[in-house]
C-alpha cells in the first residue's frame, strides 16, 4: 500500500474525501449512462403519448410485465459482479474473463424460459383485471420485443464485466448512441418518417428491440476496437459449462434476480392496480413512474460504482476501507435523491406537461408527485445498499428486505389505501413510501453490523 495513499492511514477526512471522490469517480459515468438508459424510455413515453392515452396505458401495461420478466435474467447476469470486481482487486484477470464467460452462458440459459413467458404477455394481462382492449394492445406491443431479450442481457454482461475492471465510460458512450438510434427508430416506425409506414405503438415495440441489438453491437466494436479485454481474457473451453462453475454465479445472481424482480413486479402491481382506477388513472401513474424511474437511475449509477469499488477492496483484502466506501455511497445516495425529491416537489405542476397535453392526466400527476417526493431518499439509500451487498458477495439480504418492505407491507397497505379508504392512486403511492422506508432502514442496520467492515473481523 503507498504510503502516501490517504487510505492508508487512519480514517480521518482526508481519507472520507478520497473515498468519495474515488466513488464519485466511479459513478458518474454510470449515473449518465443510466440516465441515458432511463431517457430513452422518457422519449418513448412522450412519443407513445402522443400517439394516444390508449397507446400509452397499453405500452405502460406491456412495459410492466416487461420489464418484470427481463429483470429476473438481468439479476442472474449481476451475479458475476462479486466474481469480476473482486477478481480485479487480486489482479487476476483470468478470473475476470471466467466471469464473463459464466455470465455469457447464464444470460442465454435464462432467455429461453424468459422469452417463454412473455408469449403470455395478454393472457397475464387479462388474468389482473386488465380491459382486453389494452392487453391485445400490449401484447402486441410485447411480441416484437422478445428477440432483444437475449441480446440485452448478453450487453448487460459485457458491461458488468468492463465495469467490475473499473472501465465505466464505455457504457456511458454505448448509451448515448443508443439515445440517437432510438430517436430514430421511433420517429421512423410510430410516425412513418423516411416514407415507412406510420405503426404506432407497435412501432414503438419494434424500435425498443432495435435499440437494444444496437447497444449489444456497438459495445462489443467498442471492446474489439480499443483491446478493452486485454489483460483479463483467457480462451473459452468446457469449465464455463459445468454445474459447479455455473452455480458460482448462480449463488450470488439468485437473490439479485429475486431482489429485482419483488422490486420491479412490486411497482408492475402498482401498475396493474391502477389501472384498475381507469385509463387516466395508469397514464398519469405512468408518467410520475417515469420520472421517478429516471431519478432512480442516478442512485443505480452510483450503486454500480460502489459496487466495482467494494469489490474491488475486498479482493485487495482491504475490508476497513471497504466499510468506509460503503458509507459513501448510502450517503452520496440519499443526498442526490433529496435533491430530486425537492425538484418534484417544486416543479409538480410543470413535470407532467412534458408528457401530456391531457389535462386529466396532468392534474392527477401533480397530486402524486409530492408522494413521490416523499420516498426518493429511501430509494437512493436502497439501491445503494443493494449495490453494497452485490460487492461483497452476499445479495440475499436484499431479497429478504424487498420481500418485507414491499409485498407484506408496502403493497397491501397501498391496496387498502387505494380501494378502501378512497385515496385512489394517491394511495398506490403511499404504499411505495411505506415500502421503500422498510427496505431502507433494513438495509441500513444490517450493513452497520455485517457489512464488508465484518468480513475483515471474521478473515482476522
Request: aromatic fraction near 10%.
Amino acid at each position: 500500500m503507498n504510503p502516501a495513499d490517504p487510505t492508508s492511514a487512519s480514517p480521518d477526512a482526508g481519507a472520507w474525501r478520497f473515498e468519495t471522490k474515488r466513488v464519485l469517480t466511479l459513478a458518474i459515468p454510470v449515473v449518465i449512462a443510466q440516465v441515458g438508459s432511463m431517457l430513452m424510455g422518457t422519449v418513448d413515453t412522450m412519443m407513445v403519448g402522443r400517439v394516444g392515452e390508449e397507446a400509452l396505458a397499453a405500452a405502460a401495461l406491456g412495459n410492466a410485465w416487461f420489464y418484470a420478466v427481463l429483470l429476473m435474467g438481468q439479476g442472474m447476469v449481476h451475479g458475476i459482479d462479486p466474481l469480476v470486481s473482486q477478481a480485479h482487486g487480486a489482479r487476476d484477470g483470468a478470473q475476470a474473463a471466467r466471469a464473463l464467460q459464466k455470465g455469457v452462458v447464464v444470460a442465454l440459459l435464462a432467455s429461453v424460459p424468459l422469452c417463454a413467458t412473455l408469449a403470455f404477455t395478454e393472457e397475464v394481462l387479462l388474468a389482473s383485471g386488465q380491459s382486453p382492449e389494452l392487453a391485445a394492445l400490449a401484447q402486441d406491443y410485447i411480441r416484437v420485443q422478445i428477440p432483444s431479450l437475449p441480446l440485452y442481457l448478453l450487453f448487460m454482461a459485457l458491461r458488468q464485466y468492463l465495469q467490475g475492471r473499473e472501465i465505466m465510460r464505455p457504457g456511458m458512450w454505448v448509451m448515448a448512441v443508443a439515445n440517437v438510434g432510438n430517436l430514430l427508430f421511433n420517429w421512423v416506425l410510430i410516425f412513418g418518417g423516411l416514407g415507412f409506414p406510420a405503426l404506432g405503438l407497435l412501432g414503438a415495440g419494434i424500435a425498443t428491440g432495435l435499440t437494444r441489438g444496437l447497444m449489444l453491437g456497438v459495445l462489443v466494436a467498442w471492446v474489439l476496437q480499443f483491446r478493452l479485454h486485454e489483460g483479463a481474457w483467457v480462451p473459452w473451453d468446457r469449465s464455463v459449462l459445468r454445474p459447479r462453475d455455473l452455480a458460482e454465479v448462480w449463488r450470488s445472481g439468485w437473490p439479485v434476480a429475486v431482489q429485482m424482480s419483488l422490486e420491479i413486479w412490486a411497482f408492475s402491481l402498482g401498475t396493474l392496480i391502477a389501472g384498475t382506477l381507469g385509463a387516466t388513472a395508469v397514464a398519469a401513474h405512468t408518467v410520475v413512474l417515469n420520472m421517478v424511474s429516471l431519478t432512480f437511475m442516478t442512485a443505480l449509477g452510483i450503486s454500480q460504482g460502489v459496487v466495482t469499488r467494494i469489490g474491488n477492496l475486498i479482493g485487495a483484502g482491504d475490508f476497513a476501507r471497504a466499510q468506509r466506501a460503503a458509507w459513501v455511497g448510502l450517503a452520496l445516495g440519499a443526498t442526490v435523491m433529496a435533491l430530486a425529491g425537492l425538484g418534484f416537489l417544486l416543479f409538480r405542476e410543470q413535470l407532467p406537461r412534458l408528457y401530456t397535453e391531457e389535462a386529466q392526466i396532468i392534474a392527477l400527476a401533480s397530486t402524486i408527485l409530492p408522494v413521490a417526493a416523499a420516498f426518493q431518499v429511501f430509494d437512493g439509500t436502497q439501491a445503494v445498499g443493494c449495490g453494497i451487498l452485490r460487492g461483497m458477495g452476499r445479495t440475499l439480504p436484499g431479497a429478504g428486505f424487498n420481500l418485507l418492505g414491499y409485498w407484506v407491507l408496502g403493497l397491501p397497505v397501498g391496496w387498502w389505501l387505494a380501494h378502501r379508504a378512497g385515496f385512489g392512486l394517491e394511495g398506490i403511492w403511499w404504499g411505495f413510501v411505506i415500502g421503500l422506508a422498510v427496505v431502507a432502514l433494513s438495509l441500513v442496520a444490517w450493513l452497520a453490523f455485517r457489512g464488508p467492515g465484518h468480513l475483515g473481523r471474521r478473515a482476522g
